[in-house]
């Protein structure tokens, strides 16, 4: 008679997982495969489906693995009871995340047997056995990360080049780097070092700006690492080409870099806090030239902050209708050789190469726009009209988003000042010789780790508040607002005061260019948002732009 108690007991689905680790020690998922299709069949099971994460991490929580995502979602189905794993290390290389892969599971009713160890979740010894092997298999992936970390870092003092990407002018051989003076393909009277060479005279010698040298870098067709070497840059979950051109950042992080001037600085690219190593290499630049080029990048800079001749009220507040980007303020000749300010979208300015996809808004006349936008905000201020209801109500809107950011700020204090009892507790740990240093190194990192990212969150919430801190934080109702606004503007306000009332009451300013159906130049529809009242919201049409 056919029982479908026993028939569901021997429907099972296999979860195999190798990472890229596992398959430069020869260890494929093909070989799981073949394991688990014997095993199945010496025990009579039959295998329903795969759940086949090829090439995934086992740092990586089960849920945010593809296949192990599949797999979570099948089970919550109820698809399958039993699922098949090689060993422990499959499902997780670290014993959180282990553990947290088989509550997931149980919760679903599932249960995980190991087709090479002697335990299953079904049994209270499976369930302890399984903890003791999740945390083997964490301390087996931690002391293998200490050790190869540890030998890296004796090799990498002896100079040897240890992989990744090799510096634009380099080559490595016999695992040194060395300079590259084999010529460029189609720049027989080039090479990669002479390129590096010539960069650093033009900025170093001829002061010339990252942006000069590279469009004379693109005219000349010089092929960049990217395009000279075939590699892709991933973007989401593809690898693209990329534009293949030279960038004024590609050239200033190559003019900062000390490898020219023969130093390389082992472990700064690492996503984890390490030990960083100096080592000697050879030089394709003088150390002379390199801090004069250092130099001149400083000198560029400075000379930039002074050609600003003017504040411009509505920085960061005007948008383009266009491409979405920033409008930001600057100067052109005009009548007579005379300086006349102007609002630029981002999208012209934004280096993609010589003549690629810039936004073909039009500029602005600053003085025009601002004398506009501030009449506005005065005759706002003296006569709000039915407006005080939505002005309180944007005020409480704006005090809850600083009361959460200031709510977030607290908690991620207060958990940065419990990493140093945290720290603590495990150095009295080792002190009382109940874990090893191996340990104690390893969960010192991850503190480490997590602090910093603390911190940066830190910083992130203070840019937040200050960039949105405006008058209205500062009173309870939309009356007293005003009456404050009034006050200030009674006698010719500053600057700060000015442009501390337009970013009250000024939301966004958007640029729309468009071309008139009967031809002619390009005019502008400039449309100013208020923070408080919609109502008040101003449409320009057919405003005649700058060039």
């Known amino acids: 008679m056919f029982n479908l108690a026993e028939q569901i007991n021997k429907d099972v689905v296999v979860y195999p997982r190798v990472s890229s680790d596992d398959q430069q ?66 499902l997780g290389r670290k014993a959180r995340v282990t553990l947290d892969a088989i509550y997931q599971l149980e919760e679903y009713g599932v249960t995980i047997k190991s087709m090479t160890e002697p335990f299953d979740t079904s049994t209270p010894m499976g369930r302890f056995v399984i903890t003791l092997l999740a945390g083997q298999a964490e301390f087996d992936r931690d002391t293998l990360l200490e050790t190869f970390w540890h030998g890296a870092n004796r090799v990498a003092r002896l100079g040897q080049w240890l992989g990744g990407i090799v510096p634009y002018g380099y080559q490595v051989i016999e695992k040194f780097l060395q300079i590259n003076e084999d010529p460029l393909p189609g720049k027989e009277d080039l090479s990669e070092a002479g390129v590096i060479r010539l960069m650093y005279h033009l900025v170093g010698d001829e002061e010339w700006s990252t942006i000069k040298v590279a469009d004379y870098f693109n005219s000349l067709k010089i092929p960049p690492s990217y395009v000279k070497d075939g590699r892709k840059i991933k973007k989401g979950k593809r690898k693209e080409n990329t534009a293949g051109v030279w960038t004024p950042g590609r050239i200033r992080n190559m003019i900062v870099n000390t490898t020219y001037k023969g130093l390389h600085i082992y472990g700064k690219r690492s996503k984890k806090v390490r030990e960083l190593i100096n080592r000697e290499v050879p030089a394709i630049v003088s150390e002379e030239l390199w801090h004069q080029a250092q130099q ?56 993609k190469g010589p003549l690629q996809g810039k936004c073909r808004s039009k500029n602005v006349p600053a003085i025009w726009l601002e004398e506009m936008v501030w009449d506005e905000c005065v005759n706002f201020i003296h006569n709000p009209g039915d407006a005080l209801m939505e002005i309180n109500a944007g005020m409480e809107i704006r005090k809850s988003q600083l009361s959460d950011w200031l709510q977030e700020k607290e908690i991620v204090l207060k958990s940065i000042k419990e990493k140093e009892p945290e720290r603590q507790s495990i150095l009295s740990l080792y002190r009382q010789k109940m874990i090893k240093a191996t340990d104690v190194e390893m969960q010192l990192q991850e503190i480490l780790t997590e602090t910093i990212s603390l911190e940066r969150r830190i910083k992130e919430l203070d840019q937040l508040m200050q960039a949105e801190q405006d008058l209205s934080y500062q009173f309870d109702s939309a009356e007293a607002l005003l009456i404050e606004l009034r006050t200030k503007i009674e006698n010719e306000p500053s600057y700060e005061v000015r442009r501390q009332i337009v970013k009250t009451l000024v939301d966004k300013i958007v640029v729309e260019t468009k071309t008139p159906p009967e031809g002619g130049k390009p005019k502008a529809n400039i449309k100013v948002h208020y923070s408080f009242n919609r109502s008040k919201d101003a449409l320009y049409t057919g405003v005649r732009a700058g060039t």
């Not at 192990?68 to 979602?73: F, H, N, Y």
């Not at 009220?313 to 300086?339: D, E």
């Open 25 to 90: 020690e020869r260890e494929t998922i093909e070989t799981q495969i073949e394991f688990a299709t014997k095993y199945c069949e010496l025990h009579g099971l039959n295998i329903n489906d795969w759940y086949k994460d090829d090439g995934v991490s086992g740092t990586i929580p089960l849920d945010q693995r593809p296949e192990g995502s599949r797999l979570l979602e099948d089970a919550k189905a109820g698809k399958f009871k039993t699922v098949l794993i090689y060993n422990m290390k499959r």
């Open 296 to 351: 001149s990048l400083r000198d560029n800079q400075i000379e930039a902050f002074r050609n600003q001749k003017r504040q411009y009220l509505l920085r960061g507040l005007i948008k383009c209708g266009c491409c979405g980007l920033t409008y930001h303020g600057t100067a052109y000749n005009g009548r007579g050789n005379k300086l006349t300010a102007y609002y630029v979208c981002g999208g012209k300015t934004a280096y």
